[in-house]
Structures are given as structure tokens and as C-alpha cells.
């Protein structure tokens, strides 16, 4: 059941009938607030090419969306349609209820400017399939340059933060380090630390181990379990995942959305899609992956 569930059964038996109050309807509390993400009828193309054609998608608060699909499906659009690293044609993306990208101007849809983008943007941090650290900055700078650049952060504040945050993905003894002294695994979980000091209310992650050494995925989905894991307890981050990790998948996905062709063919829990997919070419999928 989904904590929007939970909290309709809480509801109800706080009911203005069982307690004689008039009724008024009552402020929305935080699980009431509908889907952390948005996504109506979402087009997209590059040129001639129909990458997106009508996604429809919603993400629940605190909860672990994983999409799975063959290379090309547009996996990689969507994730960057939703912080709006590529604009979109048609349809919608919402965060909170806002509308990602866009404003509306005499009936025109226009782009936002772009603090207003920066603003919603800052609620996500994106993790990619290759790191994209700075070579010559330390671990640590890496980690704390938004805080200190774009939040304009006390450095000394920062680094405490930021000290914490590489302990937190087991990199407490490579603070000063250059990137370029690190494993592929230890690298990504920088990266990682990274995207986790703007303190995100989205988490977007695109293919995080897919570069990586068969040895070295695991440190890295420990971290991402241990993330997810923590905060459907104190229902913080939505966690947005791109994986061909079906174990992980199956472990930690809430939601599993499988696209084909810029179509989401099939999505639901994991037991259902990965389990018992019903589309013969999310099954043909599943049994590549796990090969
Ligand atoms: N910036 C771009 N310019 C032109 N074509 C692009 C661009 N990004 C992606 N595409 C095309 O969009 C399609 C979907 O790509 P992508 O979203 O990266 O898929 P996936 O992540 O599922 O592999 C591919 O045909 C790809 O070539
Ligand atoms: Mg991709």
C-alpha cells in the first residue's frame, strides 16, 4: 500500500461525523500533497526523430522509480526532460504541482526564465552513467563546489558537510584525493555525495553503473539501497533510477516503468513487471539483461 493510502485510512477515522465538528475541509498534510513528479503526455523529439511519444507517468513522495528498456527507448530523454536539461515539445512536467520549464504567457507556452528554472531544478540532484567530476579539483571540492558556488555556503560549513557525506558513501579516507586516484565504484560514489549535498528532494539517476566494472556495482547500489532505504523511513528523497540492475530493481523499486520506442509499454511493481511482465517485449527484455 502507498503512504497516500495510509494517510485516506488515518482520514476516515478522524471523520467530521465521528466527531461532530462542522466540516471544514481540512489543509492538505504533507502525504496528501499528490505525486513529487508529473509527467502528461510528454513529447519529444530531436529533428526527424520521435524520441518521446506521449509518456504519462506519476512518481509518488519518498519512492523508488526504477525505468528499465532497450538502448534508444528514451530512457535517458525522460530522465532529462524531468529537470529540464532538454526542453520538451508537448505535454507536461510537473514537480510538486509546478510545471517544470515552461509558463504560460497570453495563452502562449514560453520558456520560464531561467532563475525559475534554476530554482526548481535545485530540488534535484542527477547522478550519470560517468561521473562527470572535475579531474582537477579533490574529492571534496568536487562534493561541496554548489554549496559553495551556487549556495554561496561558508566554506568551512561546506566541508563539514561535505566530510560527512563522503563518510556516509564510505569514502571518508579519500576527502583530498584527486578523482583521478579512484576506482570506477569510488568515483561514482562521489558522485553521489555530490548530488546529495545540494540536499535534493529528487533523486535522478541515469545508468550509475553501467560503466563500471562488474566488481565494483555492488559498493555502488549498497549505497543507493542504504539512500532509498533511509528515506522511505523519514520519506525524503523520490528516488528516478535508470538500471539494467533487475536484482537491485526488484529489491528497491516501488514502481517499474518499462519503455520501448518512446512508449511506456508496461509499469508496476516489481513483482508484477520483472516477475510476470505481461508485454512480450518486457519479458524479452528481462531475460537479456539477466542473459
Ligand atoms: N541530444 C540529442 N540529439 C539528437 N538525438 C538524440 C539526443 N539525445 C538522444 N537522442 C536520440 O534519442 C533516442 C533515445 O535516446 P536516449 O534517450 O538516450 O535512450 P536510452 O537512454 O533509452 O538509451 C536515440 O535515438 C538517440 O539517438
Ligand atoms: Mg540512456
Known sequence: ????????????????????QPSEPPSPAVGERGPMIQVRNLHKRFGDNKVLKGVSLDVQRGQVTVFIGPSGSGKTTLLRCINFLEEYDEGEVLIDGQLMGYRDEGG???RDNESNI??????????FQHFHLWPH??????????????????????????????????????????????????????????????????LLFDEPTSSL???????????????????????GSTMVVVTHEIGFAREVADNVVMLDEGHIIEQGPPDTVLRNPSHPRTQNFISKVLH
Open 1 to 20: 500500500m502507498t503512504e497516500d493510502g495510509k494517510e485516506a485510512t488515518a482520514g476516515g477515522g478522524n471523520s467530521d461525523a465521528a466527531s461532530g
Open 108 to 110: 502562449r507556452r514560453v
Open 118 to 127: 534554476s530554482r526548481m531544478r535545485a530540488q534535484m540532484g542527477m547522478v
Open 137 to 202: 579539483k579533490t574529492v571534496i571540492e568536487n562534493v561541496i563546489e554548489g554549496l559553495v558556488v551556487v549556495q554561496r555556503m561558508d566554506k568551512k560549513a561546506a566541508a563539514e558537510r561535505g566530510a560527512q557525506l563522503l563518510e556516509r558513501v564510505g569514502l571518508g579516507d579519500k576527502i583530498d584525493v584527486y578523482p583521478s586516484t579512484l576506482s570506477g565504484g569510488q568515483m561514482q560514489r562521489a558522485a553521489i555525495a555530490r548530488a546529495l549535498a545540494m540536499e535534493p528532494v529528487i
Open 213 to 235: 566494472d562488474p566488481e565494483l556495482v555492488g559498493e555502488v547500489l549498497d549505497v543507493m539501497k542504504t539512500l532509498a532505504e533511509e528515506d522511505s523511513r523519514r520519506q
